[in-house]
């Protein structure tokens, strides 16, 4: 199992970055004896990180090592920083442009990946499980499938955020990723809004994979995101389980999220 460090220069973040990634391409011969998901070309899997976090979170904390020596997929760790993986209008703020497309392009490109979309997936927790499905729904030629674990749904919860008030972070730090907040739910940094699009487009909507602990404080936006997605029709399989906002229920459900990536549910 390969596991790397990376730094490159990113247009879209206008700096360095770095960036972590899992590569399966070392697997001795006998342990792919009998493995049916080495006798496929292999698979790419962005993994986004949460609030407070780095590209090393999902490294340390999980097993994402084994699992990707395990299914033949490579991950691609990037650090989106406190970002919400969304654009942002100063310079150096394209963190959806970065892991959207610059960053994977990057990786498919300098390790010969395939670019079938179908063979291209995105996922990650809290923060990060908003990224994967706002990226997935923002980048639908370049993502098949996303999986989204404790998501932090909650532009329909700061959209009405006065300044001076503080919901975990500033009205300031709000404002500086999503834009103008009483105007969030019409634009590209809202999820609702993007199927909106896609939908008016006739253009394929990714297929969602939402899990979220019941003791999660941030459930109701999974349930209300779930609900909305089934009155509008679009597909989408979603999990409560015992848990909450920890790397505990995080561990639980990464391998069937990889397992339904790969139609194995």
Not at 154 to 165: A, L, P, V
């Amino acid at each position: 199992m390969a596991v790397a460090h990376f730094d490159y220069f990113s247009e879209a973040l206008q700096r360095t970055v770095s960036f972590h990634l899992v590569l399966p391409n070392d697997i001795r011969p006998e342990w792919r004896q009998d493995n049916p998901y080495f006798e496929r070309p292999m698979k790419t899997l962005m993994l986004l990180h949460g609030y407070f976090g780095s590209s090393a979170e999902w490294l340390y904390k999980s097993e994402i090592t084994e699992l990707a020596s395990q299914y033949n997929i490579a991950v691609i760790l990037p650090s989106g920083e406190n970002s919400f993986y969304t654009n942002g209008e100063a310079s150096g703020r394209r963190y959806a442009d970065f892991v959207g497309e610059e960053l994977l392009h990057y990786v498919q490109d300098t390790f010969h990946l395939s670019k079938d979309k179908n063979d291209t997936f995105i996922g990650g927790f809290s923060m990060g499980g908003f990224g994967a499905i706002l990226t997935a729904l923002g980048y639908n030629n370049n993502y098949g499938k996303a999986f989204a674990l404790s998501s932090a749904l909650i532009t329909d919860n700061i959209h009405k955020m006065e300044k001076g008030h503080q919901q975990m972070a500033n009205y300031d730090y709000y404002e500086l990723v999503f834009g103008e907040l009483s105007k969030v739910k019409q634009t590209e940094n809202h999820p609702l809004y993007l199927i909106e699009q896609l939908k008016e487009k006739g253009e394929t909507i990714p297929d969602l994979f939402l899990a979220c602990g019941k003791d999660d404080w941030l459930i109701e936006g999974s349930r209300q995101f779930a609900k909305s997605l089934e009155e509008l029709n679009i597909p989408v399989v979603y999990h409560e389980d015992e848990g909450g906002h920890d790397f505990r229920f995080w561990n639980q459900w990464i391998e069937p999220s990889i397992k339904w990536l790969l139609n194995m549910d």
